[in-house]
């Protein structure tokens, strides 16, 4: 029998692709374009996703924050154990109005039962748009 391999040891895009994003994510547009362990990245488009005055909905950030968090969280979690959110926040310092916001994950906090991520989301000028920041709660499946 062959043991399951560690967190750290998986293709983090590959496991992504294997896994899924979830439709909420493919709806709005969210790629993912690196994934590992400790960082995180994926794109959004600004358009589709906007208030009706043209910027960026702040739920929308929250959507790509949490798809990032959410999902770093479960590769932490590893086989046999699921990350589920249990608080999530965000703080929006600018408006996008056009173009891509990037989104890029780091772990503050990755325990046996909880794991804390900050989401860092800028616009095409890298100027910082929102900062999110989710707890996940892991447990066994």
Not at 7 to 20: F, H, L, N, Q, Y
Request: hydrophobic share 40%; net charge neutral.
């Amino acid at each position: 029998m062959t043991a399951e391999p560690s967190p750290t040891e998986i293709d983090g895009m590959a496991w992504v692709r294997e896994r899924g994003m979830g439709a909420l994510a493919t709806k709005m547009g969210i790629v993912f374009t690196e994934f590992t362990i400790e960082r995180a990245v994926a794109t959004m488009p600004v358009e589709g996703n906007t208030q009706p005055v043209g910027l960026l909905h702040g739920g929308a950030y929250v959507v790509l924050g949490e798809s990032l968090g959410s999902m770093a969280a479960n590769l932490h979690a590893g086989p046999g154990r699921l990350a589920v959110g249990v608080d999530i926040n965000a703080t929006h310092t600018r408006s996008a109005t056009s173009g891509l916001v990037t989104g890029v994950c780091t772990p503050v906090h990755l325990g046996r039962s909880l794991a804390v991520h900050e989401i860092a989301v800028t616009d095409d000028q890298g100027r910082r748009c929102s900062t999110i920041r989710i707890t996940n709660m892991i447990k066994d499946r």
